[in-house]
């Protein structure tokens, strides 16, 4: 490994590193990384425009495939810009809680766009027109997980505010597959909003393994190809709690 960044932010430490292998394969990828080796992007060197992980992949094609023709997205959590590049003839509007995150981003990982708003995700996105976006992604941790405030029932008709009368939400969640209490009461949450979700999650070892959940809720029914899932399998919830704001 070879340590290009390593800082105490406001809200974490945040590395950037470089290194020959990952999860196995060998190569040359460069990581940004937070506390607690909670892995917030990865590039391949030798490949950038590879997307490195099962999640965004599949968020990709959940977006691709139900609204071919989508334009306008509103994202919460910046990381490297991985979604954001992808779709670079997109119109993008990212928020990001850290400066330092979206500075890095540019430095070390070649991103290029000036569509970052820095400061919290809920308070930009309330203060957005209504009836703008297609699509609104949460991808945002703190060391203690998603906060509350993102995954609430007031959050979530924010989002349906803001959205197009066929628009979706997506989700990236961390969490158990088997009766995990937080994510049953948000996807619970999510249903009192949208007529339509789905749930998403790669294969667990364990029960208790901890790992990326998507949860997408939309006003449309929807539909996906398995094969373009990057290992992800639809699951079944159990009922949970509604989250309210505290």
Do not use: C
Request: proline share 2%; net charge negative.
């Amino acid at each position: 490994m070879h340590l290009l960044f390593k800082e105490l932010s406001d809200n974490h430490e945040i590395t950037v590193y470089d290194t020959n292998e990952w999860y196995g394969e060998k190569g040359n990828f460069r990581v940004l990384q937070f506390s607690n080796d909670a892995t917030q992007g990865a590039m391949d060197l030798n490949d950038s425009e590879r997307v490195m992980f099962e999640y965004p992949r599949a968020i990709i094609h959940l977006m691709e495939f139900n609204d071919p023709s989508f334009n306008e997205v509103f994202l919460i959590g910046h990381g490297i810009g991985t979604m954001a590049s992808y779709f670079s003839e997109k119109n993008f509007k990212v928020a990001e809680l850290d400066e330092k995150v979206v500075e890095l981003s540019k430095t070390y990982f070649g991103y290029s766009k000036d569509n970052v708003i820095i400061g919290d995700g809920r308070s930009i996105l309330e203060s957005e027109e209504t009836d703008v976006y297609d699509y609104i992604i949460l991808d945002a941790f703190t060391d203690k997980g998603t906060p509350r405030q993102l995954v609430s029932k007031d959050f979530f008709q924010i989002t349906g505010d803001k959205l197009r009368s066929d628009g979706s939400v997506i989700l990236n969640l961390m969490g158990r597959v088997d009766n995990d209490t937080l994510i049953n009461a948000i996807h619970s949450t999510l249903r009192e909003s949208y007529n339509y979700s789905k749930v998403f999650s790669l294969p667990s070892e364990g029960v208790t393994d901890i790992q990326n959940i998507i949860i997408m809720g939309s006003y449309k029914p929807i539909n996906y190809q398995a094969r373009n899932m990057a290992g992800f399998n639809e699951m079944t919830l159990e009922e949970g709690y509604i989250i309210w704001d505290k």
